[in-house]
């Protein structure tokens, strides 16, 4: 079956830092693939997608690159700030499951001043 | 205008209670989900309806019911709670497209239960 692994947290970083969380799946066919992120308090809302082998989604100032070579889409993002600091989650879909999402376990991220 | 909405916000209950969730978008989408977010943030899809029919049931206690009265509204019924039901349940939906392993879901804000 489908499944997403993402990088244990929680990751603590300094605003201005340089951001990785990485991510590999395992799906049969060709999937899509998320990233979504949840505030503190809030439901989780739509970071990027990629859709097709090497497919770059950005938004925000994050990107993540569908690697289907080695099976990862790592979000990074070049300088975080404070107001970045949420809950992070890969997710795949695979192309006839009516948008059911497969997630990875999340990851918190707290950015300090 | 809230896109996904959900009602409660907070729920708490005894052990053994019935209770019921309600989530209805105002998208136009065709597709409404229900996820299980457990205490450490992992989230496990539960129940699907494409345009009121039911297409996803993952292995869940029957003592959950999903109910989808039109394309807008999806509630969820739990009967006989217990106590490894507390979670936070979202409500999600989506346009079906092609290939609608494609779709981006729209979540609702989340209802925390907690069962005492």
């Given at each position: ?41 809030e ?16 938004n ?54 | ?6 009602t ?36 496990k ?14 292995t ?47 979540f ?9």
């Amino acid at each position: 079956g489908n499944s997403v692994t993402q990088m244990e947290g929680p990751v603590t970083l300094s605003e201005e830092a340089f951001l990785t969380i990485n991510c590999t799946y395992t799906a049969t066919g060709y999937p899509s693939l998320f990233w979504y992120v949840q505030y503190p308090g809030e439901g989780l809302q739509l970071l990027l997608k990629a859709t097709k082998a090497d497919d770059k989604g950005s938004n925000k100032g994050f990107e993540a690159t569908y690697r289907k070579e080695t099976t990862s889409f790592h979000l990074e993002k070049g300088s975080v700030q404070v107001s970045d600091s949420a809950v992070y989650f890969c997710a795949l879909s695979g192309g006839t499951s009516y948008g059911k999402l497969t997630f990875g376990q999340g990851t918190i991220l707290t950015v300090h001043p | 205008d809230t896109a996904v909405s959900q009602t409660p916000k907070y729920l708490v209950t005894q052990m053994g209670n019935d209770k019921s969730i309600k989530c209805e978008q105002n998208l136009g989408h065709d597709t409404m989900y229900w996820y299980k977010q457990d205490s450490k943030k992992f989230l496990k899809i539960m129940f699907s309806y494409n345009n009121k029919e039911l297409i996803i049931n993952e292995t869940v206690p029957n003592r959950f019911s999903p109910k989808s009265p039109d394309k807008a509204h999806l509630n969820l019924h739990i009967n006989s709670l217990e106590l490894g039901d507390s979670a936070v349940y979202f409500c999600a939906s989506s346009q079906t497209t092609a290939p609608s392993g494609a779709n981006v879901l729209t979540f609702g804000a989340g209802s925390r239960l907690t069962v005492l």
